[in-house]
Nanobody, 114 residues
Framework: QVQLVESGGGLVQPGGSLRLSCTASGFIFSTYAMSWYRQAPGKERELVVLSAGGSTYYADSVQGRFTISRDNAKNTVYLQMNSLKPDDTAVYYC?????????WGQGTQVTVSS
């Protein structure tokens, strides 16, 4: 049974930083691409970053500010978010595609506000 559990969200001032974590279970973590999405109020869920093998894709809106990393020994993927802006306010979800199905965590709220 695939499970994804996000943590690390919170309230931060503009220009601040947060690190999100997503711990996975129920599949061989090291062999799967992992991604982070976010959904702001009233907007569709959007891809933030995808890490697949040796390749990484960042949305233009976060390029240069966000960094994805993973620790396969801990079955955990991280999202380091720097220089945060109010527009980054959203619920952040990690995602894995397995067997033609998309699995999601419960999400973690990130609020950027002064």
């Amino acid at each position: 049974q695939v499970q994804l559990v996000e943590s690390g969200g919170g309230l931060v001032q503009p220009g601040g930083s947060l690190r999100l974590s997503c711990t996975a279970s129920g599949f061989i973590f090291s062999t799967y691409a992992m991604s982070w999405y976010r959904q702001a109020p009233g907007k569709e869920r959007e891809l933030v970053v995808l890490s697949a093998g040796g390749s990484t894709y960042y949305a233009d809106s976060v390029q240069g500010r966000f960094t994805i990393s993973r620790d396969n020994a801990k079955n955990t993927v991280y999202l380091q978010m720097n220089s945060l802006k109010p527009d980054d306010t959203a619920v952040y979800y990690c995602n894995v595609q397995r067997g033609g199905y998309a699995y999601w965590g419960q999400g973690t709220q990130v609020t950027v506000s002064s």
